[in-house]
């Protein structure tokens, strides 16, 4: 497995607990040393544990030395990060880098997955780049072989995954492949790479486009005095419309959907395709995130010198992630606004603190609420559901809420004295 962030730790460590033996290989020195000791570098449920174990019986081990992972392996895994250019292209830097790597380490048979998400024929692109590199020509296959799994639930996701989907021409490998994920109870798609490396593009931006929607239904909903959240559970009924990813917010974030939107767009443009819709997606998702601010600003009556409470700061709960996180954005348009930002965030203040370099953080919640002219509720930490609001009511300056992710019940805060607003309701 070489990168040992959130999807080659993830896989590593589920591989390993599937029976098989497994190298994880990272460049980042510090990493590999404390995993190689049981300490997890991210907040993922459960994975701890997966790789504690595994670490015990010996299945998973971690590593720098890409050539000894390579050369003792049969199965490669590329899952390093492909973050977006300055005109959102996927930057292959690192998948390219590795590749070569891997050129330089063949010794028998491989089969090469590429489980990053990357632009259409980065599939052929990794294989010439091998093909290229290698000193005496030794058989290998290159496979497409995209990832489903989701932050906050992705041990579960692995094990339990919607979709196996393997792009190759190579039966070889597909043989192979499928046998390696033989534990694993899923639907298999077997296509040709191009379309594998479409799947993954098309299914991020189909889920941030319905989040979008159902962003600019609340939207219009607030508009005509209807209740967004009435109205997705009457069009999630609907089969084809489904209950899932009907939740209004501050505007989608994180380290996939806003990334692969715009590689996309690009591949869209190169290839002299107007991608209008998702065009629109990208646009009305920035316009969710400035609405959300402009509100928080509105309801405090203006946020120069104004405290403001931030409650949240990963993408979305259950993660430390802050990679592209709408609080994050929404926490800095409220410092550009003139407000003072106090945050505090169950598992990402480490990461937040890097981000917000202008923001105060405070220990817990009630101590975010502490002399606050307003609360924002930026994720949607179960935590934050369950909070004695009567209490946070007590310390806060003036009693306003700004929920951004529906999380809180209206009549409930407002019985307490809160004046509280949400998102299309
Ligand atoms: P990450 O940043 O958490 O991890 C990438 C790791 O690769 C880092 O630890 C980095 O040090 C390492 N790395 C980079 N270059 C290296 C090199 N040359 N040699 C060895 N190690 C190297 O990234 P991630 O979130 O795990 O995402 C990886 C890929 O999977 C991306 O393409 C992403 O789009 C895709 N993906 C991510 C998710 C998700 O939820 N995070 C889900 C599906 C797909």
């Known amino acids: 497995m070489i990168g040992a962030g959130y999807?080659?730790?993830?896989?590593?460590?589920?591989l390993a607990d599937l029976g098989h033996t497994v190298l994880c290989v990272d460049r980042d020195s510090e990493k590999i040393e404390a995993l190689s000791a049981g300490r997890v570098p991210i907040y993922e449920e459960g994975l701890e544990?997966?790789?504690?174990?595994?670490?015990?019986?010996?299945?998973?081990r971690f590593t720098t030395d890409i050539q000894e992972a390579v050369s003792k392996s049969m199965f490669v895994f590329i899952t390093v990060d492909t973050p977006p250019d300055e005109i959102g292209r996927a930057d292959m830097t690192h998948v390219e880098e590795v590749a070569r790597s891997i050129a330089c380490s063949?010794?028998?048979?491989?089969?090469?997955?590429?489980?990053?998400?990357?632009?259409?024929g980065s599939t052929k692109m990794v294989d010439t780049i091998i093909e290229e590199s290698m000193e005496e020509h030794l058989e290998y296959d290159v496979v497409s072989n995209p990832e489903f799994l989701r932050e906050g639930t992705a041990v579960a996701d692995f094990l339990n995954p919607s979709r196996i989907v393997i792009g190759s021409d190579s039966q070889k490998a597909v043989r192979l492949l499928t046998e390696l994920y033989r534990g694993l109870d899923a639907p298999l798609l077997v296509t040709d790479p191009v379309s594998a490396e479409m799947i993954k593009y098309a299914s991020n931006a189909f889920?941030?486009?319905?989040?979008?929607?159902?962003?600019?239904?609340?939207n219009l909903c607030e508009a005509i005095g209807a209740d967004v959240r009435e109205v997705a559970i009457g069009m999630g009924y609907d089969e084809r419309i489904g209950f899932e990813f009907l939740k209004p917010g501050p505007g989608f974030g994180g380290s996939c959907f806003p990334k692969d939107c715009a590689a996309l767009l690009a591949i869209s443009r190169d290839h002299g395709y107007d991608f209008d819709l998702l065009d629109?997606?990208?646009?009305?998702?920035?316009?969710?995130?400035e609405r959300t601010a402009a509100r928080v600003d509105r309801m405090a009556g203006g946020l120069k010198g104004k405290k403001v409470g931030v409650l949240g700061l990963s993408f979305k709960a259950n993660t430390d992630d802050v990679r592209d996180s709408?609080?994050?954005?929404?926490?800095?348009?409220?410092?550009?606004?003139?407000?003072?930002?106090i945050a505090f965030d169950p598992r990402a203040m480490e990461?937040?603190?890097?981000?917000?370099?202008?923001?105060?953080?405070a220990e817990n919640a009630y101590e975010v609420a502490r002399g606050a002219d307003i609360l924002v509720l930026l994720t949607e930490w179960d935590e934050f559901k369950w909070l004695d609001y009567e209490r946070v009511r007590g310390l806060m300056a003036s009693p306003r809420v700004m929920d951004a992710r529906n999380c809180l019940d209206p009549v409930v805060?407002?019985?307490?004295?809160?004046?509280?607003?949400?998102?299309?309701r």
């Open 7 to 14: 999807v080659g730790l993830v896989t590593g460590a589920c």
């Open 49 to 60: 544990a997966v790789v504690g174990k595994n670490l015990e019986s010996g299945d998973l």
């Open 106 to 120: 063949i010794n028998d048979y491989k089969v090469i997955i590429n489980k990053s998400t990357v632009p259409i």
């Open 207 to 218: 889920l941030a486009t319905k989040v979008t929607y159902i962003n600019a239904i609340a």
């Open 280 to 289: 629109g997606v990208l646009k009305v998702n920035q316009e969710q995130h």
């Open 326 to 341: 709408p609080a994050i954005k929404v926490a800095r348009m409220l410092l550009e606004r003139g407000a003072e930002v």
């Open 351 to 361: 990461n937040g603190r890097r981000e917000l370099p202008g923001a105060g953080f």
């Open 413 to 424: 805060l407002r019985k307490l004295g809160f004046t509280y607003e949400g998102i299309g």
